[in-house]
């Protein structure tokens, strides 16, 4: 199985908070993997920019260490000092003009696509961005990339927006949600639109519920400060969580465009009932992690490992969302995501509905209904269970069996982390897994009700022990509809 690489034109990328956790984690290894896989052309140069005073080798050396702990593969020396040879790095300070000059200096005046990535804390977009404006470093081929958080709310978002928007146009802003880089989530839309078989079949009359699970066995990491002050509904469901939602859910595009998919992004973002702050205790469950076992370890609560005694951050969240269109009316969307659970594992749990009339005997046993897994992550596949007759003589005995597709084992191919498409994406300009303005907007309008009726009603975390499933009353959230969560397996 070969993968084709298609090279990009030569660009300039400018990574503010070049020394970070980003940077080190997955921005240099995915380039790196990149020049590897030849998609480079010449001359490409990355430069690190952040408050730091490194030398260019200090920046080199730090790339050279991200790669031998980040990259799995073993590689040859020479790659790594012709990808080191690319880095340069200026210490600037966000709001210090001198340091622009430094910059300026250092970019140069060729015209070539160049991309400023902004790997650093929302607070310091609009210094940024304007900064880079009064230095004329925004040329008609700039494009500027922007991480989550995107706000804490719907006004926040807007303010941050709005001072991005004053310097880039919306055609050169990129705002990354890395799960749209996730193979397995490219891949939905080629399962639901490469295939005749499952859209006529993709909703209401067909479909009982959907599932998205996106299960994480980390605890806090070494993030207290930002986790405590956004919590799992910020951090995962406003975004990753909700464009799996649209994913699922949306019509099918005219084509890829990016607009053309986007649009109908959006439409289901605005489709999704509001939930009001009554409804919150119904609808919704909130959880933070107590003491117990995970990944074969014991592990603190995360009180103790916020070192304090008091947070009502929520690091589990459930949700029973509804859509409000012809296509999904009644059809609820069970989601549910947190940190310290029992497994790693995300994944998307098509349940169609149970056939309407069976004619088989009482001895055959149940016929259970069809179920579609996409799992994102570990271990990437697709499980579609069907029912068959159980092999053999004895006469008619049914079974429910999954016809079973695991892309490690069909594809011996790496699997390449999200970043290294989206950089790609960038600069070629394209912007179809990116996040357009109006759909952040949109998200933040669902879920800044959520926010606002879990304060009015006064609904706090329940705990739950670390490794776990999350709070009983997540189980009982399902269940109360007759419904079960899916168990990987
Ligand atoms: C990030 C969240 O966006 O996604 C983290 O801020 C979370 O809290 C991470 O751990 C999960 O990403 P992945 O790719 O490991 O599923």
């Not at 073993?74 to 000092?81: A, G, P, Q």
């Not at 995360?302 to 304090?308: A, I, K, R, T, V």
């Not at 907007?441 to 606002?452: F, H, Q, S, V, Y």
Request: contains cysteine; negative net charge; proline residues 4%.
């Amino acid at each position: 199985m070969t993968s084709q690489t298609i090279p990009v034109d030569p660009f300039d990328l400018i990574v503010f908070g070049g020394t970070g956790d980003l940077s080190e984690r997955k921005l240099i290894p995915a380039l790196f993997e990149r020049q590897l896989a030849g998609q480079f052309s010449e001359p490409t140069r990355i430069i690190g920019a952040s408050r730091s005073k490194l030398s260019d080798d200090e920046f080199r050396s730090f790339a050279r260490k991200a790669i031998a702990d980040h990259v799995k593969e073993d590689v040859d020396d020479h790659e790594i000092r012709t990808f080191l040879d690319r880095l340069s790095y200026v210490s600037v300070d966000a709001k210090a003009g001198t340091d622009f000059d430094k910059l300026k200096k250092a970019i140069g005046k060729d015209e070539r696509t160049r991309v400023f990535y902004l790997a650093v804390a929302p607070n310091l977009f609009g210094d940024i961005a304007k900064n880079l404006a009064a230095h004329g470093l925004v040329t008609p081929l700039s494009r500027i990339v922007v991480e989550k958080p995107i706000g804490r709310s719907l006004q926040s978002a807007t303010e941050l927006n709005d001072e991005i928007g004053s310097v880039f146009g919306e055609q050169q802003i990129f705002r990354i949600d890395h799960y749209l880089g996730k193979e397995t989530v490219q891949n939905l839309m080629v399962l639901r639109f490469g295939n005749a078989l499952f859209e006529p079949l993709w909703n209401s009359a067909h479909i009982d519920h959907v599932q998205i699970t996106v299960a994480e066995t980390v605890g806090l990491e070494d993030r207290v400060s930002y986790y405590d002050k956004a919590g799992a509904l910020r951090d995962m469901v406003q975004n990753h969580i909700l464009q799996l939602v649209c994913l699922v859910a949306m019509e099918p595009p005219s084509s890829l465009d990016a607009d053309a998919v986007r649009d109908e992004k959006l439409k289901v973002l605005r489709s999704l009932k509001r939930i009001n702050g009554q409804e919150g205790p119904k609808l919704t469950v909130r959880g933070q992690y107590r003491a117990g076992a995970s990944s074969g370890g014991a592990v603190k609560g995360y009180l103790e490992e916020l070192g304090s005694t008091e947070s009502d951050t929520e690091t589990f969240v459930a949700i029973k969302a509804e859509i409000e269109n012809w296509r999904w009316a009644g059809v609820p969307f069970y989601l549910r995501t947190g940190k310290r659970l029992a497994q790693r594992g995300s994944e998307i749990v098509i349940q169609f509905k149970p056939i309407p009339h069976s004619i088989f005997d009482e001895s055959a046993g149940p016929v259970t209904a069809n179920q579609l897994v996409i799992r994102l992550q570990p271990d990437e596949g697709v499980r579609q269970w069907i029912m068959i007759k159980d092999p053999g003589p004895g006469g008619m005995r049914l079974r429910h069996v999954p016809l079973d597709m695991s892309f490690a084992e069909s594809f011996k191919v790496r699997n390449p982390d999200a970043y290294e498409r989206l950089l790609m994406d960038v600069i070629r300009g394209n912007q179809t897994l990116f996040m357009r303005r109006d759909e952040v907007e949109a998200a933040w309008r669902w879920i800044d009700p959520i926010l606002a009726g879990w304060e009015e009603n006064g609904q706090k975390v329940q705990g739950y022990t670390a490794g776990t499933w999350g709070p009983s009353s997540s189980i009982a959230l399902i269940e109360r509809d007759g419904r079960t969560w899916h168990e990987s397996d």
